[in-house]
């Protein structure tokens, strides 16, 4: 079956039932907004946008997190498995929310502390919220420091 929904960054939208994600608590922040579609960006980009059926407005441009840390990995609690129907067969995946300034998109940064579990299996999906030791403002590329010959230049002018 075919969903119409209307967004307010790609117009209407028919999105097939079976790719419709429902996260039963929401999102941090918008707990009213269920369901949600993912959409892939227009470039070759590995981003993708998390589009809520709910809230024509409400979108988020999401990465999976193994593109960015190969050394990310989570537990994830009992409770979230259990929202989500998630079993030992689950394919179960998760994705990280990004920040793209406006004034500079260099300066994306990841929430890597409230990834997105996605069961493909059931489609339902939870955020989790990790531990303190994962950031909420991950920067996805090298803040470089410059050298000090520019520096000097900076100072003396």
């Known amino acids: 079956m ?17 790719s419709i994600l429902t996260f039963p608590s929401g999102l ?17 980009a590995p981003f993708k946008w998390l589009q809520s059926l ?8 999401i990465i999976d997190p193994d593109l960015l840390l190969a050394d990310y990995h989570i537990q994830v609690p009992d409770d979230a498995l259990a ?3 998630g079993s030992e067969a689950d394919e179960l995946s998760t994705a990280v929310i990004l920040t793209i300034p406006s004034d500079d998109p260099g300066r994306m940064t990841a929430n890597l502390r409230g990834p997105l579990l996605m ?13 303190d ?25």
């Open 83 to 85: 929202e989500v129907q």
């Open 54 to 61: 709910d809230e024509p407005a409400l979108a988020f441009v």
């Open 2 to 18: 075919i969903t119409q929904c209307r967004s307010s960054r790609f117009g209407m939208l028919e999105i097939d039932d079976d």
């Open 133 to 157: 030791e994962f950031p909420t403002r991950h920067p996805l590329f090298p803040v470089t420091a410059p050298d000090s010959t520019q520096c000097l230049a900076q100072a003396q002018s």
């Open 28 to 44: 941090l922040g918008f707990p009213e907004s269920r369901r949600y579609v993912i959409l892939d960006h227009d470039t070759e």
């Open 119 to 131: 069961n493909q299996r059931t489609k339902l999906c939870k955020q989790l919220v990790l531990s």
